[in-house]
């Protein structure tokens, strides 16, 4: 547990969209379309955004990072706080 949350990437990844409007309003779209939705959305934003090299440890770190976030508890928060910021 971190912060209430299953783990400190799941916290982490809450944490910054909601700092920011665009990216609150896409996110709480894609959780409303589903979790595979929400799960393609936060890996296009944070792991396509980057080119991907041959062969890099903090690609992969970063990879298993994503990997690691709780999309059930994500969505359930997204949905859940229709406020927003």
Do not use: C
């Amino acid at each position: 547990m971190y912060n209430g949350w299953a783990n400190k990437e799941t916290w982490t990844t809450f944490t910054w969209i909601g700092n920011d409007s665009v990216t609150w309003s896409l996110a709480r779209q894609a959780a409303q379309e589903g979790k595979e939705a929400l799960y393609d959305f936060i890996r296009e934003d944070v792991l396509d955004l980057h080119a991907r090299p041959p062969a890099d440890l903090a690609w992969d770190l970063l990879q298993d990072a994503v990997d690691r976030i709780d999309f059930d508890a994500l969505r359930d928060a997204l949905l859940d706080d229709g406020e927003g910021v």
